[in-house]
C-alpha cells in the first residue's frame, strides 16, 4: 500500500473550477491504475473518475462527464483531476485511490476495487 495525500480543495462559486492533485509520500504511482471518488455527508462514497496506469484510457460517472477531467503525470507520481463548471451537488469530499491489482483495465469503479486511500479533500461548491 501506498500513502496518498489530496490537495487542491476549497470554497468555490458555482460554474467554477478547481484541480485537485493526488501525490504519494512515498513510493510510485506509476504501477497503479488511479481512481477519484466523492462522499458528500450521509451519502455512500461515489465514483468519479478513473485512469489506466499508463494513462490511455479514462472513465466517468455520468454526472461528471465533460465537466471533469483525469490525468496523470507518472514522472510526478501525481494525478490530477480538474473540474470546471462546479454545480453545488458537486460539494463532497474527494478521495483519490490506488488500484493495483487491474492497472491496465478501466472498467473498475467500485470503491471496493481500490486498495490505498487519501484522507480527502474538501470542495464546496456555492450556488
Known amino acids: 500500500q501506498v500513502q496518498l495525500v489530496e490537495s487542491g480543495g476549497g470554497l468555490v462559486q458555482a460554474g467554477g473550477s478547481l484541480r485537485l492533485s493526488c501525490a504519494t509520500s512515498?513510493?510510485?504511482?506509476?504501477?497503479?491504475?488511479m481512481g477519484w471518488f466523492r462522499q458528500a455527508p450521509g451519502k455512500d462514497r461515489e465514483f468519479v473518475a478513473r485512469?489506466?496506469?499508463?494513462?490511455?484510457?479514462?472513465i466517468y460517472a455520468d454526472s461528471v462527464k465533460g465537466r471533469f477531467t483525469i490525468s496523470r503525470d507518472n514522472a510526478k507520481n501525481t494525478v490530477y483531476l480538474q473540474m470546471n463548471s462546479l454545480k453545488p451537488d458537486d460539494t463532497a469530499a474527494y478521495y483519490c485511490?490506488?488500484?493495483?491489482?487491474?492497472?491496465?483495465?478501466?472498467?473498475?469503479?467500485?470503491?471496493?476495487?481500490?486498495?490505498?486511500w487519501g484522507q480527502g479533500t474538501q470542495v464546496t461548491v456555492s450556488s
Open positions: 512515498g513510493g510510485t504511482l506509476s504501477g497503479y491504475a
Open positions: 485512469i489506466t496506469r499508463s494513462g490511455d484510457s479514462a
Open positions: 485511490a490506488t488500484d493495483a491489482t487491474w492497472p491496465r483495465v478501466v472498467d473498475r469503479t467500485a470503491p471496493q476495487d481500490y486498495d490505498s
